[in-house]
């Protein structure tokens, strides 16, 4: 919640803001929930008996995925960097 508010003026609190801050902490442990969920078999590339789906096999929205996420993390390091 403090992370989402404009800090400069008066900041109010009450039974609304904070029931709108836990969903939202709600949905997003539950969606950390779902993926941690579905990776508990997964075995890595490199790994004997591993399950992971080439790159040239992987579907074109896969592939799409993946280069926003790379394009998304170089972005999160330059301003990092800075």
Do not use: H
């Not at 801050?21 to 591993?50: C, H, M, Q, W």
């Not at 995925?65 to 170089?74: F, I, K, N």
Request: net charge negative.
């Amino acid at each position: 919640w403090v992370a989402s508010v404009d800090y400069t003026g008066d900041v109010c609190i009450g039974p609304s803001i904070v029931k709108q801050t836990f969903e939202s902490y709600r949905k997003l442990r539950n969606t950390a929930r779902y993926l941690i969920g579905n990776l508990a078999d997964f075995v890595p590339e490199g790994s004997e008996n591993s399950n992971a789906v080439p790159y040239d096999d992987l579907p074109s929205m896969d592939k799409w995925m993946l280069g926003r996420l790379s394009s998304v993390l170089q972005e999160v390091e330059r301003s990092m960097d800075e």
